[in-house]
Every structure is written in C-alpha cells, then in structure tokens.
C-alpha cells in the first residue's frame, strides 16, 4: 500500500520515483539495428539473461510468416510496444516504433508518450529514407534526439561525413560525445571527449556477453602499447576539430536542436553502455503534458495519463485489447478507481500489465513516466484521459489526414458482421480511416489510410482475426478535407466532376478530392465553406 496521497511521505516517494524515470522511443531505418540494440539494452538491465530471445523471436516471425513486412512491423510494435527495465538505478521505459514509414502515423502517437528518441543509424549507410521520416516526426514533438552511430564493427563512412549528413538532409547539429578511432573495417575503439578515456574495442564472444572494459587515457604513455602511433596522431587531430565545433549544451539538445552522437556496435556490445550511461544522466525525467487545465507536471499528487495506443488480438488465443496508457502524473496502485473522459464515468483499472523482454506482468503500481496496458472492455479510445482528480482532458492526439482510398466490402456478404467489427477495431485502433459515400446512388463502404501497406494490414488482420476475406478497389482521391462550416447542404455544393463527397465513421461530412487544385477550386466556387484537413479541431 502506498501512503495517502496528500502527505509528506507520498511527496517524496513520487520525487524519488519520477526522478528516476526514464522514458524513450527507438526510431531506425530497418535493419540498421533496433531489434539488437533493445536486446543489448535489456541484457544490460538482467532483464533477459541472454542476448538472442528478442532477436530469436524476430527471426521466427521471418521464417513462418508470408506477410514478413506487416508481420515484422506488427511483430515490432506489438511485442515490445512498451518494455521496461532497471539499470543502475534508473526505471526505463523504451517505446518501439515501427521502421516503416506507412506507420508514421503510428509512431506519432508512440512519440507522444515518449520524453526523449534514440535514432539509430547504420553506419555504412547514414541516414537513410526511413530515418528521414521518422525523424520529421520526432521533430513534430520537439523531444531531445540522441543519435547512435551503429555497426562501427564494420566499414562505416567518414564520422565527420556523417555529422554533415545529420545536418545537410536532417538539419540538425550533432555534437559528438565519443569518436570513433580507425573507421571502414579497421576499428579500434572508441575515445570518450567527456573523460578523455579511450576505450578499446576487442570482439569477444559474438557480443553474448559484457566485455570487460579496456580503458586507457589519452595522455598515458601506455596508450603506445596497445594502439599504433599513426591511430593516436589521427585522434589528436580530429580531437581538435571536434573541438573548435558544437559544443554540448544540455538546453539545445532538451529542445531539439543538438544530437549527441554516440559511435558503437550493437552486436558486439561495443559502445552500448557508454551510451546507456551518458543518455540516461542527460535525459530528462518524465515531462509534463498540456491539459485543458494547463501544463500537468509528473509530481501532481493525483494520478492521471492518456491513451496513445490500443492493440487488439495481441495474443489471437485470448482475443485481447489493450490500451496503452502513459502515467503523465502521480501513481497507480492496484484496483484504483479513476475517472474516465471517454465515457465521463468511473471505471475500475483492471489487472495494468507492463511488458518485460518477453512476458507481461501485472503491476501492483506505477508511476508517472511509465507505460501500462490496460485491458479494455471496449471503452477506450486513442487520446482518453483517466484521472484520480480533476477532470481533465489531455491535448488531443492528432489524427493525420489520409491519402489513400479504397472502396472495400467482404467477399462473402454473409461474412458482413465479422467485417463490420474488423473494420470498426482497426478503426478505433487508428489504423484506418472510415467513410461512406452515398452519392453514387448505392453506399459505397471506404477506408483512408495514410501509408499504402496498411491496407495490406488490413487484409491480413481481416482474414486472420475475424475470418473475412475483402474486396478492394483503389479510388483516384488523395486528399479528404472535413467540412467545417458550408453555405449550402453539401449535395449542391458546386464541386469539379471528380470530386466526391461522404460521411465520416461518426455522421460529419467531408469532401474528397483528387489534387489540390480541386480543392482551391471548391473553396472559390463556394463562398463561405470552411474546410479542414484533419478532424482534429471540429
Ligand atoms: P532492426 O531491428 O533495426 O531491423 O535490425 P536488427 O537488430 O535486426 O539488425 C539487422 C542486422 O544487422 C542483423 O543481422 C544484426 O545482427 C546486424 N547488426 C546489428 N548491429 C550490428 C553491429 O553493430 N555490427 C554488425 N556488423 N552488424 C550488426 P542479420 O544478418 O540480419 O541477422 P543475424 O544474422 O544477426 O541474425
């Protein structure tokens, strides 16, 4: 039992549990080595005892699965949507994010809840398309960015080549916090700017184990017995050109502006827990969330947080739905009863779950910074907020606007129930989009979608979970806009020949239209309609 939450005691147990929190999002191209990283991560921790069951996991899913894309990135997103772990005093959280970037819309939501990204690049390839995206998302949030050079192991591009590249196509400054000594296949270690330590690297048993460290400082004469003259004269004078350039400032890289950089190798745990170590000390503690009662800081007394996630049919066996929670203040404890703004009633938390590398465990408390699973009964939904206090609301998770449509009925019109309620969940886990369009004289049943491979996830998801096959159809849109405000019902609206119209999943009207200038034309046809790209703010 925790003590009451107005006293003393409970204050400073909630200072000394916030401070220690620590919750972030991995973002990666695929393959740059994510699945790894985590893994190394957890190992660290003791939360898996050895490396390989997450990876072990991943590879299984490849070899049984047609669907390997959807499959990897539902594999991703759904197994390890929110591990947590210990080390050295801190509580970790690590949010996942699919490296897809049809799921951009996915990991937006998963930044919401996150304090701070890892952005994890390869470091044969750099930035690659996928970074690219993610990484403008990341941006959208304002968090702090740190970057991890990985795969050093092996041939990997000029360092300062890819601190140009950070900033030529990201535009962000990087400021080294390690460099790397002996690039393209011919790696040495790695010299700390902060200690002035070099660390060697020496590739010991795959990676399946902690090395032991074998560190040395720059300026012993020691250094001449393990690493050649021509290696320390190259260091000495990238040492001073790091030097004269972006200095770390903990205010910048809190903002967003500056990345650490760190250089390492996953696989061969090189690197791994110098990072984790300087991250940690200069990542910040939960951060407050806006409500419509103002900035919600973590050491609010009450309990409260929002749901960014809901994932059903996480195990098919037990046709499960979770909503994903982050804690924004206070603490949980077993069997609270809180305040719920979907449904404006009090609802009991059953049964939270929080993830470790591969099981789920049921919390007795948590709190704020932490990610629980709540089930779900069917009553949640993406943006809630529950709260043990004040009735508040937490800013609404945006919903990004489609581009791509298809006209979809099941196969078999006996089948239309199952359909209905596939549809409805993907729907209300934020996958897809609903419309109907009656125009036409018949109603056509539509579904947005803001990157193509989630209707693929809607086939898949259809036919394995609710057993129905579907019919697709494309349709030329590319861009829905909610009708806000109209001069006239929306049937007479003056519209080019291949615009349409339609409802959305609650009754609103939208217009939809081929390119953007169809979409100037309608409002200059029109004098008085209102448009808006997303429903955000209807
Ligand atoms: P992802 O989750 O970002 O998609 O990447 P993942 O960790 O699965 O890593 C992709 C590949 O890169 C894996 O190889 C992995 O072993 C390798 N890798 C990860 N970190 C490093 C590193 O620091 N150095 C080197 N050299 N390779 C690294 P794979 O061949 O696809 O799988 P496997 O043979 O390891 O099972």
Redesign the pocket.
């Known amino acids: 039992m925790l003590p009451a939450t107005d006293t003393q005691e409970f204050k400073e147990l909630l200072h000394q549990q916030v401070d220690k929190r620590r919750t972030f999002a991995i973002i ?1 191209h ?8 985590t893994e190394k991560l957890l190992l660290y921790s003791g939360a898996i005892r050895s490396a390989g069951s997450v ?1 072990a996991r ?2 299984d899913k490849h070899a049984t699965s047609d669907w390997m894309d959807i499959e990897k990135q539902r594999g991703i997103s759904v197994t390890s949507s929110a591990m947590q772990f210990e080390y050295d005093g801190y509580h970790i959280n690590i949010l996942d994010t699919p ?1 897809h970037q049809d799921f951009s819309e996915d990991t937006y939501r998963v930044l919401v809840a996150a304090d701070a990204a890892v952005m ?1 690049i390869d470091a044969a390839k750099g930035v690659e398309a996928q970074t690219i995206k993610l990484f403008k998302v990341c941006r959208m949030r304002n968090i702090p960015i740190f970057t991890f050079v ?5 041939a990997a591009r000029d360092p300062f080549e890819l601190m140009q590249e950070l900033e030529d196509v990201l535009g962000i400054r990087s400021c080294p916090i390690n460099w790397p000594i002996g690039v393209d296949g011919d790696f040495q270690g790695v010299y700390h700017r902060d200690t002035k330590m070099v660390e060697l690297y020496e590739n010991g048993d795959h990676g399946k184990k902690k090395l032991d460290k074998l560190d040395i400082a720059l300026d012993d004469p020691a250094i001449h017995d393990v690493l050649a003259q021509h290696y320390i004269d190259r260091l000495n004078e990238e040492i001073e050109l790091l030097d004269i350039g972006e200095e770390f400032d903990p205010e910048r890289v809190r903002k967003g502006e500056l990345t650490p950089m760190f250089f390492g ?4 745990n090189f690197g791994v827990e110098p990072f984790l170590e300087r991250f940690l000390k200069f990542t910040p503690p939960p951060l407050s969330r806006l409500s419509d009662a103002g900035e919600i800081g973590p050491e609010e007394p009450y309990f409260s947080g929002f749901v960014f996630k809901i994932q059903a049919n996480m195990n098919p066996a037990h046709r499960d739905r979770l909503a994903f929670m982050r804690i924004v203040s206070g603490a949980y404890q077993k069997g609270m009863e809180v305040w719920h703004s979907g449904t404006g009633k009090q609802v009991t938390l059953k049964q939270p779950q929080q993830f470790m590398a591969d099981e789920r465990e049921a919390v007795e408390e948590a709190w704020a910074g932490d990610i629980i699973g709540l089930f779900d009964p069917g009553i949640y939904q993406l943006g809630d907020t529950l709260s043990s206090g004040p009735k508040i609301h937490y800013e609404n998770i945006p919903v990004f606007a489609p581009e791509f449509f298809n006209r979809v009925r099941p196969e078999d019109s006996m089948k239309r129930k199952q359909f209905q309620k596939g549809i409805s969940q993907l729907a209300e886990e934020g996958a897809i989009q609903t419309f109907i369009r009656t125009e036409t004289g018949r109603e056509e049943f539509m579904v947005g979608v803001v990157g193509v491979l989630q209707f693929e996830v809607l086939e898949h998801r259809l036919k394995t979970e609710y057993q129905t096959k579907i019919v697709m159809e494309g349709m030329p849109f590319r861009h829905v806009r909610w009708v806000v405000k109209s001069p006239k019902p929306i049937e007479d609206l003056k519209l080019t020949s291949t615009s349409g119209r339609a409802k959305d999943s609650r009754g609103r009207d939208v217009l939809l239209f081929e390119n953007e200038w169809s979409i100037r034309l309608a409002c200059e046809n029109n004098e008085g309609l209102e448009l808006a790209e997303t429903a955000n703010r209807l």
Not at 30 to 37: M, Y
Not at 150 to 154: G, L, Q
Request: no cysteine; net charge positive.
């Open positions: 990666s695929p393959d740059a080595g994510k699945t790894t990283l990876k991943k590879s490296g994890l990985n795969k050093m192991d092996r190798s996953a696989v061969t």
